[in-house]
Nanobody, 116 residues
């Protein structure tokens, strides 16, 4: 069993930066993909960035060049560095761990609000 705990959300001004952290407890065996999602009220949860167990990142177009996904401590901590934040980046952000072939874990979510 794996638990994901997120931290780092809050209020930031447009153009500012914020880093989200997702820390996993438990054992992660095999191939996996770690991802950050975000969700606006009344909308579906959308994937923002992913990072494979081999270190390959992917970003949705709207955050390309502004967000960076990274990992530390081999497998247990992931980050989403968000720079040049825009008001439309405001959302509830979730970290997600998908362990092949079919196991998924979610964090509890952390609110990011970009506003002046």
């Amino acid at each position: 069993q794996v638990q994901l705990v997120e931290s780092g959300g809050g209020l930031v001004q447009p153009g500012g930066s914020m880093r989200l952290t997702c820390t996993a407890s438990g054992t992660i065996d095999g191939k996996y993909v770690m991802a950050w999602y975000r969700q606006d009220p009344g909308k579906l949860r959308d994937v923002v960035a992913t990072l494979t167990h081999t270190g390959t990142p992917w970003y949705t177009d709207s955050v390309q060049g502004r967000f960076t996904i990274a990992t530390e401590n081999a497998k247990m901590t992931w980050y989403l560095q968000m720079d040049n934040l825009l008001p439309e980046d405001s959302a509830l952000y979730y970290c997600n761990l998908y362990i092949f072939p079919y196991t998924t874990y979610w964090g509890q979510g952390t609110q990011v609000t970009v506003s002046s």
